[in-house]
């Protein structure tokens, strides 16, 4: 029998919470599953490693992007597949994958469903599997930490999205797979590995986690003007047609500001840096999917 471990965001909840999560799995045929609970995201990787030290062959993890961001940058190494209960805010990698929000389905996704091998993407040496962005992007993110995402849920990201307009862009030279191609002024740089945010909509139009590419996009707009075209071209599934987006694929790039900003992997803001040294890493984890989906 396959030794199944759960590491669960304590603080996400949604049906029947992690309670439901227990009976389901038991009644789906893993009645004792190694167990640890965590109060925050970024304590996760030291359970990951827990269990995978005491024989986890299968590991479910409860929570959002960046509860799993955590979680696949533990496994680093490890061959062990990763089941996803999509228990977060936006829910963007589970959502990409068509896992849904419930926990009978996902459990059984987890348990019966079939397994598909994904590329991450690895920024200043840790690991993302959704969408990475410095500058506006990260700005948006930090300010929709601040206690307001778990009060509104998606509309915070719009909130303080608008409250970043305006806001001084950097200066920035990027090289890609060793070419310089970028230098200039901009508002936000964004890295993608699959393309869709929530609501269906689409950053980057033919982004696929399975071939060893990321997608790569800076940003220039800088009045709220030019925002709001860039914004209504992503709406509607075109963002590389707007006059103040480029985007390229990447295997690897290097991105030098002229000044500290701000990044976020996942969801999940990190420091104010100089420099990003930016890698793929081919088919690396594997994940649990429906059958339909493989």
């Not at 309670?19 to 004792?32: F, M």
């Not at 990698?93 to 469903?113: M, T, W, Y």
């Not at 969801?267 to 989906?293: N, W």
Request: net charge negative; hydrophobic share 45%; charged share 25%.
């Amino acid at each position: 029998m396959t030794t199944v471990a759960v590491v669960a965001h304590a603080g996400k909840t949604f049906d029947g919470g992690l309670l439901e999560l227990r009976r389901e799995l038991e009644r789906q045929g893993a009645p004792d599953p190694l167990w640890y609970e965590v109060p925050k995201s970024r304590k996760a990787p030291a359970q990951v490693r827990k269990a995978i030290d005491e024989g986890a062959e299968l590991l479910f993890v409860w929570g959002g992007d960046g509860m799993v961001q955590r979680c696949i940058d533990a496994l680093d190494g490890q061959e062990v597949p990763i089941a996803i209960v999509p228990a977060g805010t936006a829910n963007l990698f589970a959502s990409n994958l068509d896992i849904p929000k419930d926990i009978e389905r996902a459990v059984n996704i987890g348990l019966h469903g079939a397994r598909r091998k994904l590329d991450v993407g690895r920024i200043n040496g840790e690991r993302f599997a959704v969408m990475a962005g410095a500058g506006f992007d990260a700005l948006m993110i930090r300010e929709a930490d601040a206690g307001l995402k778990d009060r509104i849920g998606r509309v915070a990201y719009v909130w303080t999205g608008v409250n970043q307009l305006g806001r001084k862009p950097f200066e920035a030279t990027i090289k890609v797979d060793g070419s310089t191609w970028f230098t200039g002024k901009a508002s936000s740089i964004l890295l993608g590995n699959v393309g869709e945010l929530f609501a269906g909509v689409e950053a980057f139009e033919d982004a696929s986690p399975e071939d060893g590419l990321l997608e790569l996009g800076v940003v220039t707009a800088d009045s709220a003007m030019d925002w709001a075209r860039t914004i209504a071209r992503t709406l509607a599934g075109a963002s590389s047609t707007s006059p103040f987006v480029q985007v390229t694929k990447a295997r690897s790039a290097n991105v030098q500001f002229d000044r500290k900003v701000l990044y976020e992997l996942d969801g999940g803001e990190r420091e104010e840096v100089k420099k990003l040294d930016i890698q793929v890493e081919p088919l690396a984890i594997d994940v649990c999917i429906a059958p339909e989906s493989a």
